[in-house]
Every structure is written in C-alpha cells, then in structure tokens.
C-alpha cells in the first residue's frame, strides 16, 4: 500500500518537472495566497465579495487573486495538480500565451459569475 502512495507521490513530482516555468508560477501564486490568508485582513482584499466590485468600492483586482486563493490545503493541492495536469495538456496544442488566456478567462469569468449571482 505504502509503495503505491509513494510511487503517485514520485509520479506527480516527475510531472511537475515536464511543466513550463509560467504554471509552475502560477502554482506558486496558489500556495503564496493560501499563505496570505492566514495575516488578518487580507482576505477581504483577496476574495471576490459582490458588493465590492462596483464603485465606489471598487475591489477589480479580486476578478483575478480570487482565482488563486483558497482556504484549505486540500483545496491548493488540488488545484495544483489541476495546474499541472491541464498545462501538460493544452500547452502543447495551444502554447502558452493561449493557455495563460483560457486560464484566466476561465478563472476570471467564473468569479464574475459568481459575484454576479450572490
């Protein structure tokens, strides 16, 4: 059992090896703003909150940090792994400029949606 868990341990980090630096950044961001979470006050400067994403308290920024942040190590890893997998996907077919633009238009409109519906 225990060589298994380590052999998908090892597997994952011969994978992360493929992955260009630009991802590898952005799976950066998602452990920076997980740690980030943890200083009082932050995260309501990290978070899309509806009502502060029109003026006069305008927070845009959040369209894109909300992107990267979660509170739960469980989560970050996950999307991690989800970095890796899709970049070692679609970065070959589409290249990096195209990739980088379909993740933060995903990431971006998703939390548009959401503060939009809240």
Do not use: R
């Not at 909300?66 to 469980?74: D, G, P, Q, W």
């Amino acid at each position: 059992m225990q060589g298994k868990f380590y052999s998908g341990i090892l597997s994952i980090v011969q994978q992360f090896q493929k992955v260009s630096p630009v991802p590898k950044l952005l799976c950066g961001l998602f452990l920076l703003f997980y740690f980030l979470g943890y200083i009082d006050g932050v995260e309501i400067n990290l978070i899309v909150t509806p009502g502060f994403l029109a003026p006069p308290h305008a927070k845009l920024w959040t369209l894109i940090t909300s992107v990267f942040y979660e509170n739960n190590i469980v989560w970050v890893v996950l999307d991690v792994i989800a970095m890796v997998g899709f970049s070692l996907l679609l970065e070959p077919l589409w290249g990096l400029k195209e990739f980088l633009i379909f993740s933060f238009l995903v990431g971006s409109v998703s939390m548009l949606n959401v503060a939009l519906v809240c």
